[in-house]
């Protein structure tokens, strides 16, 4: 059993905004804490201040039982490591050094064969037993049979930008929940998940003795798993002690009372103001007054000192927009078309102004299909085709960008690209403003969080004049808010879209529903399928 | 990397198979008792080693210190 213990945490961004402030709360023994708060709020941040990761600038984390984390972004950091090292880095710390140790020795065997070697490599395997590493290999075992159907040697040398968004992040937590860390930070654990995946996860998490963090945008895990919600908004961060359900009253009633102390704080100081210029007056003619006016003087500047109390944070403000424009009637056509390997072939017919959600279990093949439409290079066979006027629109969050990372956001919308053309600083923030990313255009793309970057991605998407939008996972990242604006838009957009999700409450916004099922088989179904079997594919 | 840790009593036997293909290798120049003896120091040696491990890290340094004799 394990707790996190944060007192009084500041923490000031690198452009010199505090981003949160006396920061203080406690996730106690078997607890499973919801954080929550919008894009951008600093969940994310604040994970890795209790991690380690970052150092605060005041205040300090308390923790016991060892920790073990998964962050936001899977995958798509580092995509040229393999499922062993995957593993190795979810590990705790101390097996992570004798896993290290043990390579260093082998590599060194490699070059020296001698007595001193030999005995080094000895000791090394001595102490990856004495951490426990070869039941750390055993649980591993049980880890990749349980997310991909195959035995850690089947697959530990496999890269792991070759599993799908949601095969990694069930590798991470299968290895998590499994292994001994007793506290864990989980950032956005259900992203990419598949809808049987999240209800694995949900059930997991249910039924866990260990001490769960969790950030999550997904109402329906929120309202199953959380048992209490820990809030990051205006800079600081509170606590509901009760579930989900009983959440956004005491939300409400929160900002109320922060309202009204506040309506107070600036009444009163209106008052001590008044009186100070009162007894300014009444103070040249008469000494006596004078002495008051002094006092007054004094306890204004104490109340003025002592600062109003905190403001109930502003309403978030996203509008996203979606133009689109008429296209030929025909929109996709494919006929026997079969990504090599993924699936059966299938004919589709997708029209002007049809909205269609792509469902199907993880490793299915269905970004694959999205990529090979946006024009991407995705081996298959069969034929397919864009009709007239139809311009692509390609959202993707797993799709790396590593010419954007080092860029400012108004440097990127300034330069524009092939099919988006470049805007003017005063349009630039005009827009960003809209996607609440006013305060962010000057930051580095790279040091967004994942909902703004997602945001951003759909901002692009608005500049760009596409007319069909093929959205991969669009939902995942966003906050409520801004996931519900995405759906205004798109219910306003003048064209045609085809969305990968396993969004369950954004999937019913669709009217046609193409399944990738568990047998290859790609059929069309009248309403939203979420529960497909795991693909069992032969690797 | 081995896989798993198995505590045989009988992990002896396998060191058997060291002495002898290393006597089958060295044969020619050693008698057995001496690279019988050699195993078993080198055995020595490795103790708290992975039983699982042992015989491959048991007969690389036997090999080892048998070259260098
Ligand atoms: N180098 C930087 N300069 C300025 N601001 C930064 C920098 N790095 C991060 N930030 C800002 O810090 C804030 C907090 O980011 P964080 O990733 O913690 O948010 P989050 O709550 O996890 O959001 P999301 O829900 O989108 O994942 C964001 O507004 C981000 O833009
Ligand atoms: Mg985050």
């Known amino acids: 059993m394990g707790y996190v213990d944060v007192a009084g945490v500041r923490f000031t961004l690198p452009d010199g905004r505090v981003l949160l402030d006396d920061v203080s709360f406690r996730v106690g023994e078997g607890a499973c804490a919801a954080l929550v708060g919008e894009n951008g709020a600093g969940k994310t941040t604040l994970l890795r201040i209790i991690s380690g990761d970052l150092s605060p600038d005041g205040g300090s984390v308390a923790r016991t039982g060892g920790l073990g984390v998964m962050r936001q972004f899977i995958g798509s950091v580092r995509d040229d490591i393999t499922v062993e090292r995957f593993l190795v880095d979810l590990a705790p710390p101390a097996v992570r050094d004798a896993w290290d140790a043990v390579e260093a020795a082998e590599l060194a065997m490699m070059e020296a064969d001698d007595e001193p070697t030999q005995m080094a490599y000895a000791s090394a395997l001595a102490h990856w037993g004495d951490v426990g590493g070869y039941d750390v290999e055993v649980t591993w075992d049980t880890v990749t049979v349980a997310a991909l159907g195959v035995p850690y040697d089947g697959c530990k040398y496999r890269g792991l930008d070759t599993l799908s968004g949601g095969e990694q992040k069930r590798l991470a937590l299968e290895c998590l929940l499994r292994g001994p860390d007793q506290v864990l930070l989980l950032d956005e654990p259900d992203n990419y998940l598949d809808v049987p995946g999240k209800r694995w996860l949900e059930e997991r998490l249910i039924e866990t003795r260990k001490t769960v963090l969790f950030v999550s945008h997904d109402r329906e895990l929120l309202a199953r798993v959380a048992d209490r919600v820990v809030t990051v908004e205006g800079g600081g961060v509170w606590v509901h002690g009760g579930d989900w359900a009983g959440y956004p009253a005491a939300r409400t009633a929160r900002h109320e009372r922060m309202a009204e102390l506040r309506k107070r704080w600036d009444e009163e100081h209106e008052r001590l103001v008044d009186l100070v210029r009162t007894l300014q007056q009444q103070a040249k003619n008469s000494p006596d007054m004078a002495a008051r006016y002094h006092a007054m003087q004094t306890r204004l500047a104490k109340f003025e000192a002592a600062g109003p109390p905190p403001d109930r944070p502003p309403e978030q403000q996203v509008a996203m927009r979606l133009r689109g424009g008429r296209t030929g009637i025909r929109v996709v056509v494919a006929g026997q078309l079969e990504l090599t390997g993924l699936m059966k072939p299938f004919d589709l017919d997708v029209d002007y102004g049809d909205r269609v959600a792509v469902l199907g279990a993880n490793g299915a093949g269905k970004s694959h299909f999205l990529r090979l439409l946006a024009g991407q290079d995705v081996p298959h066979t069969g034929s397919w085709r864009l009709g007239a006027r139809v311009v692509p629109g390609f959202f993707a969050q797993t799709h790396a960008h590593p010419d954007w990372l080092d860029r400012t956001l108004v440097d990127l919308l300034w330069h524009g690209e092939p099919g988006r053309p470049g805007v003017d600083r005063g349009r630039a923030m005009a827009t960003l403003r809209r996607y609440g990313l006013a305060a962010q255009g000057d930051q580095l793309f790279r040091s967004l969080s994942g909902g703004q970057q997602a945001r951003f991605q759909v901002l692009l998407l608005e500049l760009s004049g596409a007319t069909l939008l093929l959205l991969d996972e669009p939902t995942d990242n966003l906050d409520v808010l801004s996931a519900e604006s995405l759906e205004q838009a798109l219910a306003a957009y003048d064209g045609t879209v085809v969305a990968v999700t396993h969004d369950r409450w954004f999937a019913r916004t669709f009217d046609r529903f193409l399944v990738f099922g568990a047998d290859g088989r790609v059929y069309e179904a009248p309403e939203p399928v979420f529960d497909e079997a795991r693909v069992q594919r032969t690797r | ?69």
């Open chain 2, 1 to 69: 990397m081995p896989t798993a840790l198995a505590r045989s009593p009988h992990q002896d036997a396998s060191i058997d198979l060291a002495v002898s293909r290393l006597v089958a290798e060295f044969g020619h120049r050693l008698d057995q008792q001496t690279v019988v003896g050699v195993v078993r120091s080198c055995r020595q040696d490795l103790s708290g080693s992975p039983a699982d491990a042992l015989p491959e890290l048991v007969e690389r340094l036997a090999r080892y210190r048998l070259t260098q004799d």
